[in-house]
Nanobody, 118 residues
Framework: QVQLVESGGGLVPAGGSLRLSCAAS????????MGWFRQAPGKEREFVAA????????YFAHSVEGRFTISRENGKNTVWLQMNSLKPEDTAVYYC???????????WGQGTHVTVSS
């Protein structure tokens, strides 16, 4: 059974940095794309970043381009989201998700809270 567990959320001042992790288990992820999404209070869920597991190719939302990076560690089946130069508008619950091929994101973690103070 696929399990995705996020961690690393917390409270950080504006301009600070935070690193989120997604521990993936239950299968190999060679053929998967891993993504990060977020949902701010009163807002809809939005795409943040993604990485193709096999190649390392990455994608970013315009709102985080240049500030966030996404990476994976094969030996630990872990996906990281490094968040720098954080802004109050980055405050949200962040979710890790996994997609195989073009099937969409079928697996989701429970989310981790990120609060950026002004």
């Amino acid at each position: 059974q696929v399990q995705l567990v996020e961690s690393g959320g917390g409270l950080v001042p504006a301009g600070g940095s935070l690193r989120l992790s997604c521990a993936a288990s239950g299968r190999t992820f060679t053929n998967y794309q891993m993504g990060w999404f977020r949902q701010a209070p009163g807002k809809e869920r939005e795409f943040v970043a993604a990485i193709v597991w096999s190649s390392g190719r990455t994608y970013f939302a315009h709102s985080v381009e240049g500030r966030f990076t996404i990476s994976r560690e094969n030996g630990k089946n872990t996906v990281w989201l490094q968040m720098n130069s954080l802004k109050p508008e980055d405050t949200a619950v962040y979710y890790c998700a996994a997609a195989k091929g073009a099937s969409g994101y079928d697996y989701w973690g429970q989310g981790t809270h990120v609060t950026v103070s002004s």
